[in-house]
């Protein structure tokens, strides 16, 4: 039990560490407040182009609603047919797995201890038209390989940043085959 | 050899059938031409705040620059220690699915000359923190699941949806265990 005099919040990175554990005790003594559903709805409007809209989620047994709705469009360029209003699919998801890497950094960091300044980073996937285009059944439709740079400033070693990106959870969801389910309703 | 006066493009969902068809040819023809490379820079800010910037990508032997950059930022609600200015990353990765399922679907109908209307769907994946955190080694720290509903109006059955979403390339990206290389260099 603190009293308020004594409380005082570390924060290492811009990550509130002891408000992080905290969680850990909080998710330890009750492992339902740690499970979270994340959520999209998108529409189409024509061609390649679509929106993603998410406005909420659950956790620590509640719906939580954003702050604001966040929109993500996506779009293809003039060569995969589309008008170029947004980033396509397979870059957005790079972004996602960009975004995930460099906050589970930040944060595996400052719960360590350790102070990080700069952190940049370049992702790169391969993906071969052959299989989506339906020309070759034994080329993969989606990215065979990504590749990923990061340069870091701080008091991590090299090892330590390529250990602590790892537990990134679209890292992990990228390395590891996920269970989609596909439910389809047709209306009218 | 088509004489302008002849050359009649087929448009269905907004996508440029004709165009399609051609880009299958040359694809057939000449595979390089199919080798996409897609890019993402990623700059960290400040705890779960970081941006990706999408500016070209590679494809039909060239670096092509998109008509703009986009910019895809992430942070983290306050219950995960951000302050919740855009979607988290695990979000993203569910709007990236969703695109790119999305415009499979747009794709695929009008390249078998099948009309759609109206698409729109929803897309939710559960995460148990308990792995993030590091409180259970054997818990996954990404997605478990992830659940998918599309509701479609157009000429296609539900079990032609069914089939022709799964051609996504991000859809076929998590299905599958995909090589992620990560280099780390440390500066300063």
Redesign the interface.
């Known amino acids: 039990m603190n009293t308020t005099a004594n409380t005082q919040e570390q924060i290492i ?4 560490v002891t ?2 554990m905290e ?2 005790e909080a ?2 003594g009750d ?1 339902e ?18 929106e ?1 809209t ?1 406005t909420d ?1 659950y ?2 047994k509640d719906n ?1 609603p ?2 604001q709705p ?1 929109v ?1 469009k ?1 779009d ?2 003039d ?3 589309g008008k ?17 890497m ?6 595996k960091s400052a719960g360590a201890g350790k102070t ?1 300044s ?18 070759r059944p034994d080329v ?14 701080g008091d ?4 330590e ?2 250990e602590m ?24």
Chains 1, 2 share one sequence.
């Open positions: 990175n811009g990550v509130n408000r992080m969680t850990i998710v330890k492992p407040i740690g499970d979270f559903k994340f959520r999209v709805k998108n529409t189409w409007q024509k061609g390649g182009y679509n993603a998410i989620f956790g620590a939580i954003h702050e966040f993500i996506a293809e360029p060569i995969l047919l170029d209003q947004g980033p396509n699919p397979v870059e957005t998801l790079l972004a996602a797995l960009s975004g995930c460099t906050t589970t950094l930040a944060y990080v700069d952190v940049s980073s370049e992702f790169e996937g391969d993906i071969d038209l052959q299989g989506f285009l339906g020309i993969n439709k989606g990215y065979n390989e990504i590749r990923v740079k990061f340069k870091v400033k991590v070693t090299e090892d940043v390529r990106v790892k537990n990134s959870p679209v890292y992990d969801t990228l390395v590891r085959p996920i269970a989609i389910r596909i439910d389809v309703e047709k209306a009218g």
